[in-house]
Protein backbone atom coordinates (compact mmCIF):
# COMPACT_ATOMS: atom_id res chain seq x y z
CA UNK A 1 0.00 0.00 0.00
CA UNK A 2 1.25 3.41 -0.28
CA UNK A 3 3.28 5.23 2.26
CA UNK A 4 2.53 8.90 3.46
CA UNK A 5 4.75 11.28 4.51
CA UNK A 6 3.60 14.85 6.05
CA UNK A 7 5.96 17.96 6.38
CA UNK A 8 5.39 21.62 7.00
CA UNK A 9 3.62 21.68 10.14
CA UNK A 10 4.34 24.64 12.28
CA UNK A 11 3.26 27.79 14.65
CA UNK A 12 1.62 30.39 13.25
CA UNK A 13 -0.15 33.31 14.35
CA UNK A 14 -3.99 34.02 13.44
CA UNK A 15 -4.86 35.26 9.72
CA UNK A 16 -1.48 33.38 8.54
CA UNK A 17 -0.46 30.73 6.23
CA UNK A 18 1.32 27.55 6.17
CA UNK A 19 1.72 25.03 3.09
CA UNK A 20 1.65 21.23 4.36
CA UNK A 21 3.37 18.40 1.68
CA UNK A 22 2.93 15.04 1.85
CA UNK A 23 5.68 12.86 0.22
CA UNK A 24 4.01 9.41 -1.42
CA UNK A 25 5.51 6.29 -2.19
CA UNK A 26 4.49 2.88 -3.03
CA UNK A 27 1.37 4.54 -5.96
CA UNK A 28 -0.75 1.71 -7.35
CA UNK A 29 -3.58 1.25 -9.75
CA UNK A 30 -5.69 1.63 -6.39
CA UNK A 31 -4.83 4.58 -4.65
CA UNK A 32 -7.94 6.45 -5.68
CA UNK A 33 -7.64 9.91 -3.49
CA UNK A 34 -5.44 11.94 -1.90
CA UNK A 35 -6.75 13.82 1.09
CA UNK A 36 -6.10 15.85 4.22
CA UNK A 37 -7.62 15.44 7.35
CA UNK A 38 -7.49 16.99 11.26
CA UNK A 39 -7.65 16.17 14.71
CA UNK A 40 -7.91 18.94 17.20
CA UNK A 41 -7.45 17.55 21.10
CA UNK A 42 -10.37 16.74 22.37
CA UNK A 43 -12.33 15.79 19.10
CA UNK A 44 -12.36 13.34 16.71
CA UNK A 45 -10.35 13.16 13.16
CA UNK A 46 -12.23 15.35 10.55
CA UNK A 47 -11.94 15.17 6.60
CA UNK A 48 -10.51 19.00 5.30
CA UNK A 49 -10.06 18.17 1.74
CA UNK A 50 -9.62 15.41 -1.14
CA UNK A 51 -8.66 15.11 -4.11
CA UNK A 52 -9.17 12.78 -6.80
CA UNK A 53 -6.45 11.78 -9.69
CA UNK A 54 -8.23 13.80 -12.14
CA UNK A 55 -7.33 16.76 -9.90
CA UNK A 56 -11.38 16.93 -8.76
CA UNK A 57 -11.25 18.57 -5.20
CA UNK A 58 -13.24 18.27 -2.30
CA UNK A 59 -13.17 20.59 0.78
CA UNK A 60 -14.80 20.32 3.68
CA UNK A 61 -17.28 23.54 5.06
CA UNK A 62 -14.69 24.78 7.44
CA UNK A 63 -11.71 25.02 4.31
CA UNK A 64 -13.60 26.08 1.52
CA UNK A 65 -12.50 29.41 1.08
CA UNK A 66 -9.91 29.05 2.80
CA UNK A 67 -7.67 25.78 1.91
CA UNK A 68 -6.41 24.84 -0.93
CA UNK A 69 -5.53 21.27 -1.88
CA UNK A 70 -3.62 20.03 -4.97
CA UNK A 71 -0.85 17.73 -6.20
CA UNK A 72 2.20 17.29 -8.00
CA UNK A 73 1.87 13.60 -9.77
CA UNK A 74 5.69 14.11 -10.80
CA UNK A 75 7.02 14.45 -7.13
CA UNK A 76 4.49 12.02 -5.80
CA UNK A 77 3.40 14.80 -3.55
CA UNK A 78 0.04 16.02 -2.11
CA UNK A 79 -0.05 20.07 -0.37
CA UNK A 80 -3.00 22.30 1.51
CA UNK A 81 -2.25 25.52 1.42
CA UNK A 82 -3.51 27.26 4.39
CA UNK A 83 -4.54 30.38 4.47
CA UNK A 84 -6.45 32.70 6.59
CA UNK A 85 -5.89 30.34 9.83
CA UNK A 86 -7.46 30.98 13.04
CA UNK A 87 -6.58 29.08 16.68
CA UNK A 88 -9.83 27.07 15.45
CA UNK A 89 -7.48 25.41 12.55
CA UNK A 90 -5.31 24.15 15.41
CA UNK A 91 -4.66 20.16 15.19
CA UNK A 92 -2.74 17.32 14.02
CA UNK A 93 -2.55 17.26 10.68
CA UNK A 94 -3.02 13.93 8.46
CA UNK A 95 -2.54 12.72 5.00
CA UNK A 96 -4.35 10.06 4.09
CA UNK A 97 -5.14 8.47 0.89
CA UNK A 98 -7.88 6.20 -0.29
CA UNK A 99 -7.04 2.54 -1.94
CA UNK A 100 -9.92 0.98 -3.75
CA UNK A 101 -10.41 -1.26 -6.61
CA UNK A 102 -13.38 0.69 -7.81
CA UNK A 103 -13.41 4.39 -7.81
CA UNK A 104 -14.73 5.97 -4.80
CA UNK A 105 -15.92 9.46 -4.73
CA UNK A 106 -12.85 11.54 -3.11
CA UNK A 107 -15.22 13.70 -0.69
CA UNK A 108 -16.18 10.40 1.05
CA UNK A 109 -14.31 10.75 3.74
CA UNK A 110 -14.46 7.57 5.57
CA UNK A 111 -13.05 5.81 2.10
CA UNK A 112 -9.73 6.80 3.20
CA UNK A 113 -7.96 3.84 4.27
CA UNK A 114 -4.10 5.11 4.18
CA UNK A 115 -2.83 7.24 7.02
CA UNK A 116 0.29 9.42 7.58
CA UNK A 117 2.59 9.95 10.86
CA UNK A 118 0.79 13.39 10.96
CA UNK A 119 2.06 17.11 11.70
CA UNK A 120 1.09 19.47 14.11
CA UNK A 121 -0.50 22.93 13.13
CA UNK A 122 -0.72 25.39 15.56
CA UNK A 123 -2.57 28.65 15.48
CA UNK A 124 -2.05 31.58 18.10
CA UNK A 125 -4.07 34.35 18.34
Known amino acids: QVQLVEYGGGSVQAGGSLRLSCAAS????????MGWFRQAPGKEREGVAG???????YYADSAKGRFTISQDNAKATVYLEMNSLTPEDTAIYYC???????????????????WGQGTQVTVSS
Open 51 to 57: ISRADNT
Open 26 to 33: GYSYRTKC
Open 96 to 114: AAAESSSWPWCGDWGLFNV
